[in-house]
């Protein structure tokens, strides 16, 4: 466990595949054709629930139990585009077991759109 800090920032970068897009679907049984057939230029709509993915590997990189996630999906992301999610402490409070924080997350594709916004409200336990 990392102890968070008000202002600081965390990235990951990730580029779905068709094959991620087919894995989720399979197992949410979200497999509209949007996510099954490919457009114009190859690609499919990644599921807006598989981008949410991003931020939650953000808190699971530093054990974060989130209690609420609001989610905006601003744009459709597909395969083969870099998406590249921003999440940064708003607010760190410090309790004697624990810190409480809120964040704001923003996921972005290579031109510079967002896809994703997000608030979370959470704890981060300490070590023991």
Not at 36 to 45: A, F, I, K, S
Not at 47 to 74: H, I
Request: aromatic share 8%; proline share 3%; net charge negative.
């Amino acid at each position: 466990m990392t102890q968070p800090v008000e202002g600081e920032t965390r990235t990951f970068e990730r580029t779905f595949t068709v094959e991620d897009v087919q894995q989720f679907g399979e197992l949410t049984g979200d497999d509209q054709s949007r996510h099954t057939e490919p457009d114009e230029n190859g690609r499919v709509m990644v599921q807006g629930l598989l981008t949410a993915t991003l931020p939650t590997k953000l808190g699971s990189d530093n054990d974060v139990l989130a209690s609420t996630m609001e989610l905006d999906f601003r744009r459709p992301v597909f395969t083969g585009e870099r998406i590249t999610c921003r999440s940064t402490y708003d607010t760190v409070v410090e309790r004697d077991d624990r810190y409480e924080f809120t964040s704001d997350v923003v996921c972005e594709n290579d031109d510079g759109d967002t896809v994703l916004t997000t608030t979370t409200e959470g704890l981060i336990w300490k070590d023991e």
